[in-house]
């Protein structure tokens, strides 16, 4: 049974009069007040997600944690011994399908502590942490007013406040660029947001794919031992999770960027923790259909440690430990915790839409019969790395026509097979230190043309969250940089529809969300089409 | 990139059973001719020609096994009906390498043997060596590179160049992280299949670690033995919660 109901951040105006904030920041300013190598502060915790502070990782500037604007003054010693820096810091699981039960179990380590110097403060011993629903109602895409002014009503400091949460504009005015949000805050040209949405919640599995759900799933890629990197982000993950830091900690200028935009920064900033509820919150409600199901493979159900990794550990109060692996924490009937709003998102029939959508009845196989034998082939790429410059860059994808027949073949055929192929665009090798980018990709953009006027070419955005540590050659990535995912496939359908299925190149746009100066270094390495049959 | 789940295991089998082939040969002749390797007093001729011949069976029985992910990546890279022809010309770029590298090795064996040292010399000597290297920061280097999977041209000439290209380059990693390893079955007086199997042991397990920064440390076991522990606690009981030490409440 749960003992503490996280709630809306937006409760009260999110103002101080809604006292979790109050707390929050009192909980905050506590936890800020001890040492780097206390585990029960605010800096530690933040390594626990990432960290620029350590000798390995410090690279001497921006964006060690001794080269960071203004407030709060980060400190950079005393480092924790190797050994307690070996067991907690830069744990986060990103490109993985443990990515949702390692951020449930960091937030309830921390949102112990929280409460404990709450208490400890005189607050409320039923304390928990809000969470942010930019999808909510009015205007919920706003950052919290809580989290903007550096000073509370006492006039002392506000430790919610923080200097690098820059915005998507850069302007500080932060938000979260949602369908709602865009049309409340239109982007000033040549700046392009592609919108951070909750498609994902329509997803049906939480890893591989199914009628209703893209690759590589609502959780994230099934991982185990260490297979080579270059893994993409779960849905749930992509969007909205990265792109919501990426806006969230926007750029000042071209090199400096705001904490929120890069994994080794997002743990300083208070927001992280609201955005995160507000996920953890999002995979709860996934889990609230009874047709969701979590895995149940042992390896995911045991973490990493099946496989020979670092296992998941937490500090908690009073110098405890605790070891936890997804079997402990993957329904919430397991925490101690729940939401005020668990409210089911209406399921959809994806499949039902596309069917209608290219004129045919149901597909042959009834619902819910075995999904058929799944392939998975490359239908073409482009031929060089392409650097993204400007505000906007384009590629010519070249199609094998053998295979765009295959893809051509199935739609036309769809209702007689178990489902019709879906194809992907794949940006391969993303390397680069712009972490607070965001890029929009279409499809068959016409040249000239304004990207805002065809959001039906619009494949997708993506979060260029962790750029700079994938990008890095010594590290988990060697090197190899981010790999990204989108489902054109209602784009193939429309071209297909149109007869224009036939050509023989793709014409792919990338649009980042602001002009990416020529000295920048942000470079795709390949642009690839694969078509996933069955 | 994306994978085909059943080329994927396609792959890993065929690899496997290369690699059985490989030491079913190499015991066989081995078998056959009383040794593996070339020998103190073997006449030059004979000698050159059973290398010819045991090396590139002492490759596939030793190496073939990490060459499941490389072979699983390049076939993904690029379009199913190339995907045999990609294998091919990765496999042509990396075993040239390797060729020369073994060819360096057999004549560098040769000579230590024609010095004809005191038992045991030059063995302990290629052992030493190798565990420095085994524990160097460069060892760490060449493993992270052997990671590395480069973006590759899908089409035409370059989708060619770009197989062969990348199969050699994995061979030049391939052969700063494991040489040293491979060349001491081909000094020792005797037991040369015991170390062969040894030592392809350790250059499987060792492919399961992650990157890491470079540096000084033992290496190359840990990831394999955690796997093995991790897999048979999952197994045995995969419901069982660890020690969870709650919030208080």
Redesign the interface.
Known sequence: MA??TRSSAWNAGGTFTNQDLHWYAIGVRAMMARALNDTASWWFFAAIHGEYVTP?NDPGRFPGWGHLPGVPAVPTTPLPTAGVMATYWDQCQHQTWFFPPWHRGYL??L??QL??DIKAHGGPATWALPYWDYFGPGSQFDIPPAFTQPKMPDGSDNALFVTARYGPNGDSIVFVPTPAGLQQRPVPPPNFFGPVTDTCLTNSVYTGSDANTP?PGFGGPLSG??????YPSGNLEQNPHNLTHVYLGGSLSDTDYGLMADPGLAGLDPIFYLHHANVDRMWAVWNADPSHGNPSD??W??GP?????H?FVMP??GG??????P??VHSLSQM?YTYDNLNLVPAVNLLAQRMGRLGQAAPAAAAGAAPG??????V??N?A?LPIKGASTSTTV?L?R??RAKVSASLAAAAARPAPDRV?L?L??VRGTRDATALSVFVNLPEGSNPADHPELLAGTVGLFGLRRASV????????GL?F?LDISPIVDQLHLGGALTADTLRVTIVPNRPVPDTADVVV??V?V?R?GR | MLYDDRDRIAVRNAVVAVAAIGWGLSIGTAGATGTHVHAPGTNAQLAAAGAAVNWPLMLAAMMAPVLIQPIQFIRGQGLARRRTRATLLFLAGYSSIWTIAGAVMVSSAATVHSAELAPGVAAAAALACAVLWQCSPAKQACLNHCHVRPALAAFGRRADTGAIAFGATHAGWCIGSCAAWMFVPLVLPGGHLAAMAAAAVLISCERLDPPAPPAWRWRGLGTAWRVAAGQVRTWRSPMVTHAVTRAAS
Not at chain 1, 320 to 325: C, E, G, I, P, Y
Not at chain 1, 473 to 480: C, D, P, R, W
């Open positions: 003992n503490f390995g309830v380590a949102e112990a409460r404990e690759l031992y260490w297979h080579g990197g270059n042992p390896n159900l045991s440690a099946a496989s020979g990794e296992e908690m109060p405890q430990t605790w070891v936890f692996a079997k402990d101690n034998r799944k392939t998975v082939e490359l073409g790429s031929d790395a070249t094998d053998q295979v992907y794949n391969e090798n050659a010594g590290g988990q990535h060697v090197g190899g790999s995912l390495g390949r690839s694969y996933e």
